[in-house]
């Protein structure tokens, strides 16, 4: 229920959508006579467009989240390494069978480095079919004909194909791996999704070093900074969903704060 009502939910707060809706219901009021209500929705829709596509708030942001777990040092030994899913394409993999990767692909790519550095690690991927209406593969399905592209040998894949959301993967895959006392298992994600993924992999009890990849931002943007309305309008998408879902899983009690970092 938590995956339906969340997507539900995120469809029409996003501010594209938002702003969809709030000029649609602006030309509905118009049509009734209802001046001012149909103003205020069309300003309304203005304002969130402009403040997400024109304003360096969506990129300060992310980086706020980006930058809550620094890169530690590597480890000299790394016994796993879990990369979660939501970096494949997988409407399409499942009809044209490749492994094509969308604007998170560097979580598996730099999976695919931290293998072959580690040679003896085994490689969780975390991630089933997250696609509501398109259907598709999920990122542990695809995940194989993508390591086995890079050179890493299929039997060191431990595929976790069920879980749909951040609190799955933390679940389903402790339950697969069961880790030991004294490994050391890195944590590949995207920074700016870093504070819920290790929040929830240490509310289910295993612990992880964490490996923050695919940066958005560089930490420089400002006032003064010339936006390009596209990048921006996706970085602020994306910050807002980060955001609401760190704030709807402390409020679900299935993490402690609503803005997790390395001191818990």
């Given amino acids: 229920m938590f995956f339906y009502v969340s997507k539900i939910l995120w469809f029409f707060v996003q501010p594209l959508n938002l702003t969809i809706f709030l000029l649609l219901a602006g030309l509905v009021a118009a049509m ?29 942001m992310l980086n706020r989240l980006e930058e809550r777990f620094p890169r530690p040092p590597l480890p000299e030994k790394v016994d796993g390494i879990i990369v979660l899913g939501g970096s494949l394409d997988g409407a399409v993999n499942l009809v044209r069978g490749g492994y094509e990767m969308n604007s998170s692909g560097d979580r598996m790519v730099e999976a695919a480095v931290l293998a072959r550095r580690f040679p003896t690690a085994k490689v969780v991927i975390s991630g089933g079919s997250i696609e509501t209406f398109r259907g598709g593969e999920g990122d542990a399905d695809t995940a194989p004909r993508l390591f086995a592209a890079f050179g890493v040998a299929a039997d060191r894949l431990i595929l976790e194909n069920k879980s749909r959301n951040t609190y799955e993967n933390a679940v389903f895959t402790k339950e697969l791996v069961t880790p030991k006392p004294g490994e050391t298992w890195l944590l590949v994600t995207s920074a700016f999704h870093m504070p819920r993924a290790k929040a929830l992999f240490d509310k289910a009890g295993f612990s992880t ?5 695919d940066y958005r931002t560089s930490g420089r943007e400002g006032i003064t900074t010339f ?12 910050a807002i969903r980060e955001w609401i879902g760190l704030i709807a899983y402390w409020l679900s009690g299935r993490i402690d704060r609503p803005f997790p970092g390395p001191g818990g």
């Fill in 209 to 213: 070093v964490p490996w923050p990849v």
């Fill in 227 to 238: 936006p390009y309305p596209g990048d921006w309008l996706e970085v602020s998408t994306v």
């Fill in 32 to 60: 009734f006579g209802r001046r001012r209500l149909a103003t205020a929705g069309s300003a309304l829709a203005f304002l969130i467009l402009a403040v997400s596509t024109w304003s360096p708030l969506g990129p300060m």
